[in-house]
């Protein structure tokens, strides 16, 4: 799970999120008490996908790594910067390995069918 900042330098830390299910093969993970993690990890220890589920078991948000960084963000909640109002919408991020994130960008359709797996609750836009 995610080390906050220090895995994938070669550190091992301890473990800040607790695993409370799975959506298929993605660990469903929720920050342990006390932590104030509301997000998902910046690091992977062990998966190249983390999900994070909304009370009603659909989709919040699923973080995409590769050799144990942070590369996208698939998340549903508003953006308002991206569609102007302040209704939740499917959206993606990307992070560079210095964290920098992208401004919300609307999911392209071949990203959706990547991890559509994982996507609990969430339909392609025209559906």
Known sequence: ??????????????YTYETVGYVEDAKVLFGKPGTGLHDL??????????????????????RIYDEHYLTA????????????????????????RSLMRTDAAY???ETFKKYEKY???RKWYND
Do not use: F
């Open 41 to 62: 990890p910046v690091e992977a220890h062990s998966s190249n996908v983390y999900v994070k589920l909304h009370k009603d078991g659909t989709l919040n948000m699923m």
């Open 107 to 109: 999911l392209d359709y």
């Open 73 to 96: 963000e698939i998340a549903y909640h508003p953006e308002p910067d991206l569609t102007g109002n302040r209704k939740p919408v499917l959206h993606i991020h990307y992070y560079d």
């Open 119 to 121: 996507l609990v609750g």
């Open 1 to 14: 799970m995610g080390g906050r900042g220090t895995y994938a330098a070669g550190n091992n830390v301890p």
